[in-house]
């Protein structure tokens, strides 16, 4: 695709080179600095100085000044000029001579003494631009001898030539440029490479030189642009390898040229201009009768038989904006990353970035994402000028002001989607997905607080998952701004982190409770009132638990209260009083127990007065319950079971005092045995189970548990007191018969003789038959009085054989004293 890279620019016209001079042609030229040295066909030299200056409307124009012309004294045209500034010499091939010309008088330099100024039969020469001498006050020359094939490698001073090395070549060379130790020939059938210095050669490519015209030109270090056949303008290193695609031009083209990235080519009727980078022709100029073109020190001149032109190059940055503006975005990057070498590196890495920045705007408006993307990324764009393209998102506070002059094209968005809801959907995802990648980078330094309040308006409107991510986080969103979206989007929970934020609590559970009480709507969270419960419980200020665990304990007693019971313990937490919620629960029952249930039974604390509280509501909870009509049986099994577990479990409450609540409560006698039994009263408790209730599992489970922590003594004690129980009731005679009889005394017996047969282990057999009634059947105790029997004599014998161990053990004892020698043990024998 075409680009306008160059502008042909008159730089010496035909009035004043030749003025009235028809005959006169022009056949070579060379440019050092401002001076611009003409060789004629009538062997003059002309000597002129060119200005570069603009025009007023911007363009670039030459000026030009003839300083002197001489006639070099000889018939031919002169063929070939070469500027040794240095020297301050001009290097001249005229009628096949090579002399030199002084560059300020245009004089021929005589010869020095011993030596010559001038070398004869030449065809061609060039001046070796990497020089291996390092002298630097002496040029290297390649010469092409006309006689015999040869190259001669000369060294140029200011006032003498002198050969350095000769070296042969297979065929006859026609054309010839040089770089350092390596010669570039155009031979009569081939292009090869000579390193004249070791003598090693490289054929290239067949080409004949009698059909089309060779060009060898030295572009860089150690590589060269020849002609090839097929009209091709091939690449080729020293090492004769081609590192470059090579450019298709013209069959016809008669010289070459290159101003990077460009490479410039005549033919009889164009200019063509090819990109380097990517061999694509950019710019072709109309150009008849052009016969000479050549590079100055990156000044690209050409020359018609009657006047002299500058290729002007464009400014790189007008011929990439060229580009840009063709939406030419990859043609654009090609360019400004092969001029790198050409460009100061600060000036290059500003330049870089704005175009990269360009062309990802370029590609955002095509909605190639991805590429955009890439582009901003390498660009470091201020992700700013990417919000600014969307409506409101910035914040009100924000200093942000776009670039000038702009990226792109863009007014905002809706400029840029012309009513597409759909692409106006796409570009707010784009925008999403692009500021959550670069929110964490160095990108971001200095406009977070812009960011992260565009990234919250883009969630709340496009209701993403992510929003209250963003605001779990660590974000810089600007109260002021996001507080109206989020209120226009009902994110009346997301509104409220945000005010967490900002360090203002107490707003946000003023807003969540709006919410939970239904004055606002807003179904982020369906367990919002379990979150206020965590929110409180996990604060710091115990000023926002007092004044909202209110509302709390009035929505839900059983969930509020965990305000404190899952409050954490921490150093860095203010602590909460133990009294001083019990204080504040006081007026909410339910709460109330269910916090000194979490002091008593998970937390264990060991203090009185909350274990006599709990008991005190257990108690008075069983005794509404019993004071209901009708009374509900489940409920109240229930609270008994969870009262009488604590009274037996616990020994801080204040039995006394318990007991004196339920003083005449007939319906507690089971917990009255309990308190009885912790007072040590187990006469009373085992009367109340034995004889008023008659629950003789409860006895004997009372039993158990009085002893579970006291010796076997204390135990036997117990049952034995509850067996008297049993026998105080009864009446001699036989148990059987009274229990067959149904009466009181009969079942009594029956409890007794259970016990014995079920504890028999525990009781003192002796004790026992002392106790009960003569008239007992022993048929009914003969379980008991079997495990009493066998108990007795496994006792007996069990202490026969420690008797007889011990016996044994002492006989064993002197018999080893006797052996020994023992003076005592065996006068004691």
């Given at each position: 695709?075409?680009?306008?890279?160059?502008?042909?620019?008159?730089?010496?016209?035909?009035?004043?080179?030749?003025?009235?001079?028809?005959?006169?042609?022009?056949?070579?030229?060379?440019c050092?600095?401002?001076?611009?040295?003409?060789?004629?066909?009538?062997?003059?030299?002309?000597?002129?100085?060119?200005?570069?200056?603009?025009?007023?409307?911007?363009?670039?124009?030459y000026?030009?000044q003839?300083?002197l012309?001489?006639?070099?004294?000889?018939?031919?045209?002169?063929?070939?000029?070469?500027?040794a500034?240095?020297?301050e010499?001009?290097?001249?091939?005229?009628?096949g001579i090579?002399?030199?010309?002084?560059?300020?008088?245009?004089?021929?330099v005589?010869?020095?003494?011993g030596?010559?100024?001038?070398?004869?039969?030449?065809?061609?020469?060039?001046?070796?631009?990497?020089?291996?001498?390092?002298d630097?006050?002496?040029?290297?020359?390649?010469?092409?001898?006309?006689?015999?094939?040869?190259?001669?490698?000369?060294?140029?001073?200011?006032?003498?030539?002198?050969l350095?090395?000769?070296?042969?070549?297979?065929?006859?060379?026609?054309?010839?440029?040089?770089?350092?130790?390596?010669?570039c020939?155009?031979?009569?059938?081939?292009?090869m490479?000579?390193?004249?210095?070791?003598g090693?050669?490289?054929?290239?490519?067949?080409y004949?030189?009698?059909?089309?015209?060779?060009?060898?030109?030295?572009?860089?270090?150690?590589?060269?642009?020849?002609a090839?056949?097929?009209?091709?303008?091939m690449?080729?290193?020293?090492?004769?390898?081609?590192?470059?695609?090579?450019?298709?031009?013209?069959?016809?083209?008669?010289?070459a040229?290159?101003?990077?990235?460009?490479?410039?080519?005549?033919?009889?009727?164009?200019?063509?201009?090819?990109?380097?980078?990517?061999?694509?022709?950019?710019q072709?100029l109309?150009?008849?009768?052009?016969?000479?073109?050549?590079?100055?020190?990156?000044?690209?001149?050409?020359?018609?038989?009657?006047?002299?032109?500058?290729?002007?190059?464009?400014?790189?940055?007008?011929?990439?904006?060229?580009?840009?503006?063709n939406?030419?975005?990859?043609?654009?990057?090609?360019?400004?990353?092969?001029?790198?070498?050409?460009?100061?590196?600060?000036?290059?890495q500003?330049?870089?970035?704005?175009?990269?920045?360009?062309?990802?705007?370029?590609?955002?408006?095509?909605?190639?994402?991805?590429?955009?993307?890439?582009?901003?990324?390498?660009?470091?764009?201020?992700?700013?000028?990417?919000?600014?393209?969307?409506p409101?998102?910035?914040?009100?506070?924000?200093?942000?002001?776009?670039?000038?002059?702009?990226?792109?094209?863009?007014?905002?968005?809706?400029?840029?989607a012309?009513?597409?809801?759909?692409?106006?959907?796409?570009?707010k995802k784009?925008?999403?997905?692009?500021?959550?990648?670069?929110?964490?980078t160095?990108?971001?330094?200095?406009?977070?607080?812009?960011?992260?309040?565009?990234?919250?308006?883009l969630?709340?409107?496009?209701?993403?998952?992510?929003?209250?991510?963003?605001?779990?986080?660590?974000?810089?969103?600007?109260?002021?701004?996001?507080i109206?979206?989020?209120?226009k989007?009902h994110?009346?929970?997301?509104?409220?982190?945000?005010?967490?934020?900002?360090?203002?609590d107490?707003?946000?559970?003023q807003?969540?409770?709006?919410?939970?009480d239904?004055?606002?709507?807003?179904?982020?969270?369906?367990d919002?009132?379990?979150?206020?419960?965590?929110?409180?419980?996990?604060?710091?200020?115990?000023?926002?638990?007092w004044?909202?665990?209110?509302?709390?304990?009035?929505?839900n007693?059983?969930?509020?209260?965990?305000i404190?019971?899952?409050?954490?313990?921490?150093k860095?937490?203010?602590?909460?009083?133990h009294?001083?919620?019990?204080?504040?629960?006081?007026?909410?029952?339910?709460?109330?127990?269910?916090?000194?249930?979490?002091?008593?039974?998970?937390?264990?604390?060991?203090?009185?007065?909350?274990?006599?509280?709990?008991?005190?509501?257990?108690?008075?909870?069983?005794?509404?319950?019993?004071?209901?009509?009708?009374?509900?049986e489940?409920?109240?099994?229930?609270?008994?079971?969870?009262?009488?577990?604590?009274?037996?479990?616990?020994?801080?409450?204040?039995?006394?005092?318990?007991?004196g609540?339920m003083?005449?409560?007939?319906?507690?006698?089971l917990?009255?045995?309990?308190?009885?039994g912790?007072?040590?009263e187990h006469?009373?408790?085992?009367?109340?189970?034995v004889?008023?209730?008659?629950?003789?599992?409860?006895?004997?489970?009372?039993c158990?548990?009085?002893?579970?922590?006291?010796?076997?003594?204390?135990?036997?004690?117990l049952?034995?007191?509850?067996l008297?129980?049993?026998?105080?009731?009864?009446?001699?005679?036989?148990?059987?018969?009274?229990?067959?009889?149904?009466?009181?005394?009969?079942?009594?017996?029956?409890?007794?003789?259970?016990?014995?047969?079920?504890?028999?282990?525990?009781?003192?057999?002796i004790?026992?038959?002392?106790?009960?009634?003569?008239?007992?059947?022993?048929?009914?105790l003969?379980?008991?009085?079997?495990?009493?029997?066998?108990?007795?004599?496994?006792?007996?014998?069990?202490?026969?054989?420690?008797?007889?161990?011990?016996?044994?053990?002492?006989?064993?004892?002197?018999?080893?004293?006797?052996?020994?020698?023992d003076?005592?043990?065996?006068?004691?024998?």
């Amino acid at each position: 695709m075409s680009v306008k890279a160059f502008e042909l620019v008159p730089a010496v016209e035909r009035d004043l080179l030749m003025g009235d001079k028809a005959r006169i042609n022009i056949e070579c030229i060379e440019c050092c600095g401002k001076h611009l040295y003409v060789g004629t066909n009538d062997c003059f030299i002309h000597h002129f100085l060119l200005d570069e200056v603009t025009s007023s409307k911007g363009k670039p124009c030459y000026s030009a000044q003839k300083l002197l012309h001489k006639y070099l004294g000889l018939k031919k045209p002169v063929a070939e000029l070469r500027a040794a500034s240095a020297l301050e010499r001009l290097i001249v091939l005229c009628e096949g001579i090579v002399f030199l010309v002084d560059m300020v008088t245009l004089e021929t330099v005589p010869s020095a003494a011993g030596g010559g100024a001038k070398i004869r039969g030449v065809t061609a020469f060039c001046i070796n631009e990497n020089p291996v001498s390092g002298d630097p006050f002496c040029v290297e020359m390649g010469v092409i001898s006309s006689k015999r094939r040869t190259v001669q490698i000369y060294m140029v001073y200011e006032d003498r030539v002198q050969l350095a090395k000769e070296v042969t070549t297979p065929e006859q060379p026609c054309a010839i440029s040089l770089d350092g130790y390596f010669l570039c020939l155009a031979l009569a059938t081939q292009y090869m490479i000579l390193n004249y210095n070791t003598g090693a050669s490289q054929d290239l490519f067949p080409y004949n030189s009698e059909e089309r015209r060779p060009i060898v030109k030295r572009i860089s270090r150690d590589e060269f642009l020849l002609a090839a056949p097929g009209g091709l303008g091939m690449f080729a290193n020293a090492e004769g390898v081609s590192q470059r695609a090579p450019v298709n031009w013209s069959e016809c083209v008669i010289a070459a040229a290159v101003c990077f990235p460009y490479v410039v080519a005549l033919d009889e009727n164009f200019i063509t201009i090819h990109s380097m980078l990517d061999q694509q022709l950019k710019q072709t100029l109309s150009f008849r009768d052009g016969h000479i073109l050549q590079d100055f020190e990156g000044k690209v001149m050409l020359a018609s038989t009657k006047a002299v032109y500058v290729l002007a190059p464009l400014p790189l940055e007008r011929q990439i904006q060229d580009l840009l503006a063709n939406h030419r975005v990859e043609e654009a990057l090609i360019l400004i990353e092969g001029a790198q070498r050409n460009i100061p590196k600060d000036k290059f890495q500003i330049l870089h970035k704005r175009i990269l920045q360009q062309a990802g705007f370029i590609q955002f408006g095509q909605l190639q994402f991805l590429e955009a993307k890439e582009h901003f990324r390498k660009g470091q764009l201020d992700v700013r000028e990417l919000i600014s393209l969307y409506p409101l998102l910035l914040p009100a506070s924000s200093s942000f002001t776009r670039c000038h002059p702009p990226l792109h094209e863009f007014a905002d968005l809706h400029h840029l989607a012309q009513g597409d809801q759909e692409k106006v959907v796409r570009c707010k995802k784009f925008l999403i997905t692009y500021l959550k990648e670069v929110r964490s980078t160095e990108v971001v330094n200095g406009c977070r607080e812009d960011v992260d309040t565009a990234l919250l308006k883009l969630y709340a409107e496009q209701d993403h998952d992510s929003l209250l991510d963003l605001l779990a986080s660590d974000n810089s969103c600007v109260l002021a701004d996001s507080i109206p979206w989020l209120e226009k989007y009902h994110k009346y929970f997301a509104l409220g982190l945000l005010y967490h934020c900002n360090g203002q609590d107490s707003a946000a559970l003023q807003l969540w409770i709006r919410v939970v009480d239904g004055n606002l709507q807003d179904s982020t969270r369906s367990d919002l009132y379990e979150y206020i419960v965590d929110f409180l419980c996990c604060t710091s200020s115990l000023d926002l638990v007092w004044k909202f665990a209110d509302w709390a304990l009035r929505n839900n007693p059983t969930i509020g209260v965990q305000i404190f019971t899952k409050r954490p313990s921490s150093k860095n937490q203010s602590e909460m009083s133990h009294d001083d919620v019990i204080t504040y629960l006081g007026k909410n029952h339910q709460a109330l127990l269910l916090y000194l249930e979490h002091l008593v039974l998970e937390k264990k604390i060991q203090k009185e007065k909350f274990h006599t509280h709990l008991v005190v509501l257990y108690l008075e909870r069983v005794l509404s319950l019993l004071s209901e009509s009708p009374t509900d049986e489940k409920k109240l099994t229930k609270a008994r079971e969870r009262l009488q577990a604590l009274l037996r479990e616990s020994s801080l409450y204040r039995v006394q005092f318990v007991l004196g609540k339920m003083e005449n409560c007939d319906q507690l006698l089971l917990e009255r045995a309990t308190l009885h039994g912790k007072l040590e009263e187990h006469d009373k408790a085992l009367h109340i189970l034995v004889h008023k209730l008659r629950d003789f599992p409860s006895a004997e489970a009372f039993c158990m548990w009085a002893s579970s922590s006291r010796d076997s003594a204390y135990q036997k004690q117990l049952f034995h007191l509850l067996l008297g129980a049993y026998l105080d009731g009864s009446t001699p005679g036989k148990p059987h018969a009274a229990a067959t009889a149904g009466g009181d005394s009969g079942e009594l017996d029956m409890a007794a003789v259970d016990l014995l047969n079920r504890h028999g282990e525990v009781f003192d057999a002796i004790r026992v038959l002392q106790m009960l009634p003569e008239g007992w059947s022993l048929q009914l105790l003969r379980p008991f009085l079997n495990r009493a029997i066998r108990a007795s004599m496994h006792a007996c014998r069990t202490s026969q054989i420690a008797l007889g161990l011990a016996h044994s053990e002492n006989v064993q004892l002197l018999h080893d004293r006797v052996r020994n020698g023992d003076p005592q043990c065996c006068a004691s024998c």
